[in-house]
């Protein structure tokens, strides 16, 4: 893996001084990092957003940030012992649109799962078209607030965030600083940026996986530059802790034409059979 090295930066240098004096120290290990649940504050504190500044100012600045409207990846996802193909779609208003396709004893499977902003669904069209289907619950809530690559750090999705500073926690053994998210409906997200270079590490929340809810993760574990802006190229999956799986990212392209995408639900194909009323004899 390929050391990244960053331009300096006078505002990194005074962040770990601010934090240290405004905020009282705390050491947790990975598996004790999640903070109690407390109410959303009224806006984001001093300490959250020099973080989240930083981060934007070492991974290509926030300009290069801003011009991103949208990113299209392709790669593979392993769950377990599942290995699948995807293409993801993502946008700086929240909207997400992921297909996945395999082959599985010689049948070609694909799925879209789809967050237009407001509504999230799903729809199976391989190996056989079934009507979409609302993706709701736990899964439903973590795929529409928790994203791959773009991150509601910028506008139009950070106006919907509160951001609070939470202390200290490692993941993988490197010190970081805890950030939590706030996001619509109060749905919380936690961050957590390198304390030395300031790359979010990791980041998650709450998800169901085999029908229990856990705390579902996400951990970057290489990078690459994208026309200027440092994402993530793994991410591996966690679930209370443990990887169960990772994300490969083959190709990222930015800002690209998406006329052609829809990401509204659509209307089902298979007609809806009406019954002859019966009459009593």
């Known amino acids: 893996m390929k050391t990244i090295k960053f331009p300096p930066l006078l505002a990194l240098v005074s962040i770990g001084a601010f934090l240290s004096m405004a905020l009282p120290a705390t050491a947790q290990s990975e598996a004790e990092a999640e903070p109690v649940a407390d109410p959303r504050p009224k806006e984001s504190d001093e300490a959250s957003a020099r973080l989240i500044d930083n981060y934007l100012t070492v991974t290509g600045g926030k300009t290069a940030h801003h ?14 012992t599942l290995l699948r193909n995807f ?7 929240g909207r997400r649109h992921l297909t996945y396709f395999w082959t ?7 799925v ?23 993706y709701g619950g736990g899964t439903g809530l973590h795929f529409a607030n928790l994203k791959w690559l773009i991150q509601p750090f910028t506008l139009p999705s950070k106006a ?23 996001g619509k409906k109060d749905v919380p997200a936690w961050f957590y940026f390198d304390k030395e270079q300031f790359l979010l590490l990791r980041w998650g929340s709450k998800g169901v996986i085999a ?7 996400y951990r970057a574990t290489r990078f690459r530059s994208v026309d200027g802006v440092m994402l993530p190229s793994r991410i591996e999956l966690l679930a ?20 052609a995408l829809s990401f509204f639900r659509p ?14 004899n």
């Open 67 to 80: 011009g991103i409207d949208n990113l299209i990846a392709e790669g593979t996802i392993k769950e377990s």
């Open 211 to 217: 029908g229990i809810e856990e705390n579902m993760d």
């Open 112 to 134: 879209v799962y789809v967050h237009d902003g407001v509504d999230t669904w799903t729809q199976v069209l391989e190996p056989k078209e079934l009507p979409p289907q609302n």
């Open 160 to 182: 919907d965030y509160v951001f609070k500073y939470q202390g200290g926690a490692k993941v993988a053994g490197r010190p970081t600083h805890v950030v939590k998210a706030y």
């Open 240 to 259: 209370e802790n443990a990887a169960f799986g990772h994300i490969e990212f083959e190709s990222i392209l930015t800002n690209q034409d998406l006329s």
């Open 87 to 93: 293409k993801l779609v993502e946008t700086n208003d």
């Open 267 to 280: 209307q089902s194909k298979i007609p809806t059979l009406r019954q002859r009323p019966t009459t009593a």
């Open 104 to 110: 599985h004893l010689g049948r070609q499977h694909r």
